[in-house]
């Protein structure tokens, strides 16, 4: 099977997830389509416009940037639409949540949104599907080359648990604290063809794969493969899909950034013909699964003689080694929040410590994680 990928520069273009909660009772409402209704009317047009879409469920909607060249001008995008977005759902009675999962909203009483393709995907998965109330942001990064998407990718995973634990906003789940900073990461990989990639050579060993799962009927097409990382043949990027959606500004910022600098860097030294980094699969499974379950706190695999390492000491030199490709793409400010995330507190981390002062008190968590999207100020200081 021949999948032509659309080759590009290393641009950049980010999808946000948001679920819609009630400014009184703080539970999720299935109002997406009356938002989409007055958005409409306002812009005199069918869509909603490119830049905002509908998702799975009528409680979710995701902003998606425009083809950015920054971070900046990625982050600029957002906030245009967010302007757009929030007087009207504010006249609904509605706030924007941006996390992982709701702290104790059930899957009983959601809508599924209209659409042969998430009917066919709800009668397939059945229970896993139903239960799917997760949030995450979405980052593409253009690849000028196909021959470097595989490796690249591979070696992406190297780094799934640093972006991991840096976006981790989903600890608590129906009203229970998990014990996990994602829950998110763990409900996600339950879905046929989610999770963890293949990691694969070349692109060619991708097609082959591609041609297998049409074939016995697992997918009808490419973008059906829902993997943590995987191609865009389409965009020509290289898709990051397994972060929790976040609130902060600053947090989503510095998310984004390092990812963009990640993708640029070992796409460079791939092209180079540099060997790049290398887990074995056993490892890469190994910490996701500690990343998501104790944050910024895991204890990660960094190579495949098994040496381990504290993840916020390994992601302080990682972040140090980018500086100079930040400063290249124009996002050195972004990137150094990722240290301001590691003293501060992930989302996973403040959500908890809230909880644990109040009590218990869930409409609280919820109370902070829309203010820290109202905020433009340090969130951390919510």
Aim: glycine share 6%; hydrophobic share 40%; net charge negative.
């Amino acid at each position: 099977m021949d999948i032509p990928f659309a080759e590009s520069r290393p641009t950049l273009g980010v999808e946000w997830e948001f679920c819609l909660v009630d400014k009184q009772t703080r539970d999720l409402v299935n109002v997406a389509d009356e938002i989409f209704d007055r958005l409409n009317e306002e812009a005199g047009r069918g869509s909603g416009g490119p830049a905002l879409h509908r998702e799975m469920l009528r409680n979710t909607l995701e902003i998606v940037t425009g083809v950015c060249e920054t971070v900046p001008e990625a982050m600029a995008d957002l906030e245009t639409t967010l302007a757009r977005v929030l007087p009207v759902t504010d006249e609904l009675g509605v706030d924007l949540l941006a996390a992982g999962t709701h702290p104790f909203a059930t899957w009983l009483n959601q809508e599924l949104s209209e659409g042969e393709r998430y009917a066919e995907l709800i009668a397939r998965t059945q229970w896993w599907g139903r239960q799917m109330l997760i949030w995450g942001v979405h980052v593409h990064v253009g690849m000028p080359r196909r021959e470097t998407v595989m490796p690249v990718l591979s070696a992406m995973l190297t780094y799934h648990p640093h972006l991991q634990a840096l976006s981790a906003s989903s600890p608590m789940w129906a009203g229970d604290d998990t014990g996990y900073a994602s829950n998110r990461a763990m409900m996600f990989q339950q879905l046929p063809t989610a999770g963890l990639p293949f990691q694969f050579s070349t692109w060619a060993e991708f097609e082959d794969f591609v041609a297998s799962q049409v074939k016995t009927g697992v997918i009808d097409q490419v973008d059906e493969i829902r993997w943590d990382i995987r191609p865009s043949p389409h965009h020509g990027t290289l898709e990051t899909r397994f972060c929790d959606s976040v609130a902060s500004r600053r947090d989503l910022a510095a998310i984004v950034a390092l990812n963009h600098c990640l993708v640029v860097d070992l796409e460079e030294r791939a092209a180079a013909g540099e060997k790049l980094p290398e887990l074995p699969p056993w490892h890469v499974q190994e910490n996701k699964w500690r990343a998501a379950r104790y944050g910024m706190d895991a204890w990660i695999i960094t190579d495949s003689e098994s040496n381990e390492r504290l993840l916020r000491d390994d992601l302080a030199d990682l972040v140090q080694r980018l500086v100079p490709v930040a400063e290249r793409l124009g996002c050195s400010a972004e990137l150094a929040g990722v240290e301001q995330i590691a003293r501060h507190g992930a989302s996973y981390e403040r959500q908890r410590a809230l909880a644990a002062d109040s009590g218990g008190d869930l409409v609280a968590v919820v109370d902070m994680v829309v203010r820290e999207l109202r905020s433009t100020g340090d969130a951390a200081a919510s």
